[in-house]
């Protein structure tokens, strides 16, 4: 595929902009209230310690995924570039090394929140440019030794501030939501029981309308990708696919309306089919170079090029048949871990995302913060109000707040 056709939606110098203001914006946040210090398990802090993001947690097929977010919206915020102030994924198989990870990216968080703003721009320049496709966060990786339940790993005089909330997305069952509450109870003891919030899809969130007849049968990551992906192009037709252990293609019209979508089996997968389904045929990595669009000239090469064929049937059929139902151009949008099968196969112009799920958590975040905020303020706005307005005059003004 032409390079030419190939699109980020991130570039470093755009995301290095994003998150030195991610970093500013961040640095405003009030400390952790006073409570904190009474709370089992969690150690007094200092009042030189950094303000604390909030949380997103996706827990996928394969993977448990998280990143952390500023907990005011930045200004120069762009959801089809967020770069998230840190992030990092483990196996389920290894999801006890995800309270290590999450703390050691809090703590590079500090680190970074307070440095200089010198420092921080020399770290930036420092730092290797981004690949297409990824974000400047500081991403960890999964090699990391667990923490013992309970203690948050309080040895070298960290410990993690209580974030501005925990959002989840779940598909992996119950197994796995346990996991992350286990993690959360490692990291901030038992009080981190009442912060985690788990996303579910409903008839309509953050701008975005469901389609499906029953709409709580949608999945969970997906309806955060819908909202992630209308963020980051508000009034774009967009058709989102997403490559992981299944892969999905999601039809969302640019007013909000989500129109449907179809699920497949994802690259690793019809590997996999195919070796344990047939005599003769080896197994294949998925991240394997499939080596173009010709036709293979060995049984490898066949392999590869086959699925990744079908992979890219799917998108581009799906792609003309949303732009011929709607009558205009739709942006595709490519997304998950294996979207790479696609780079040499697909022969539409595409844009890569790699952060649509957090992207999308984000956002229900922060709006249901500012709507906890705003009831907050109109209740308090309500209880100030003077107490000796005339009789008359209230009982006139009740038959029209009814007809409201």
Request: hydrophobic share 45%; charged share 15%.
């Amino acid at each position: 595929m032409s390079a030419s056709r190939r699109t980020s939606s991130t570039s470093p110098e755009r995301a290095t902009s994003a998150r030195k203001a991610d970093m500013a914006a961040a640095s405003k946040v009030a400390p952790v209230a006073e409570a904190t210090k009474a709370t089992p398990g969690i150690a007094e802090r200092p009042e030189h310690t950094h303000p604390a993001p909030w949380l997103l947690v996706d827990a996928g097929n394969s993977r448990i995924k998280w990143a952390l977010a500023p907990a005011v919206r930045p200004a120069r915020w762009q959801a089809a570039s967020p770069a998230f102030l840190a992030s990092g994924a483990v196996d389920h198989a290894e999801w006890r090394t995800l309270a290590t990870q999450i703390r050691a990216g809090w703590s590079a968080l500090g680190t970074g929140v307070a440095d200089t703003a010198d420092a921080s721009a020399a770290s930036d320049a420092s730092a290797a440019p981004d690949a297409p496709g990824t974000h400047s966060d500081r991403h960890f990786a999964p090699n990391m030794a667990p923490l013992a339940i309970g203690q948050g790993g309080q040895e070298d005089g960290f410990v993690c501030p209580e974030p501005a909330g925990v959002w989840l997305t779940n598909v992996a069952g119950d197994a796995a939501e346990q996991a992350v509450r286990m993690t959360l109870q490692t990291l901030w003891g038992m009080a981190s029981a009442d912060w985690l919030k788990v996303l579910r899809a409903g008839e309509s969130r953050a701008g975005v309308r469901n389609g499906y007849r029953v709409p709580t049968q949608l999945g969970s990551d997906r309806w955060a990708s819908l909202i992630g992906a209308h963020a980051a192009w508000p009034g774009e037709h967009l058709l989102i696919v997403t490559l992981g252990t299944a892969t999905t293609v999601e039809a969302l019209q640019g007013n909000g309306d989500y129109l449907g979508g179809l699920i497949a089996p994802g690259p690793a997968l019809m590997l996999q089919s195919l070796a344990q389904g047939t005599a003769q045929l080896p197994t294949l990595d998925a991240t394997m170079p499939s080596g173009g669009q010709a036709f293979a000239r060995s049984t490898t090469e066949a392999i590869l090029r086959g699925c990744a064929a079908a992979q890219a049937g799917l998108v581009e059929r799906s792609h003309a048949q949303l732009e011929a139902q709607l009558g205009a151009p739709v942006r595709c949008v490519l997304s998950g871990g294996a979207r790479h099968a696609l780079a040499q196969t697909l022969t539409l112009p595409f844009t890569e995302h790699d952060q649509l799920v957090p992207a999308g958590l984000y956002e229900v975040a922060l709006r249901d913060a500012e709507s906890t905020t705003s009831a907050t303020t109109d209740t308090a706005a309500a209880n100030a109000a003077p107490t000796d307005t005339p009789a008359g005059a209230s009982c006139a003004a009740e038959p029209a707040r009814r007809g409201v």
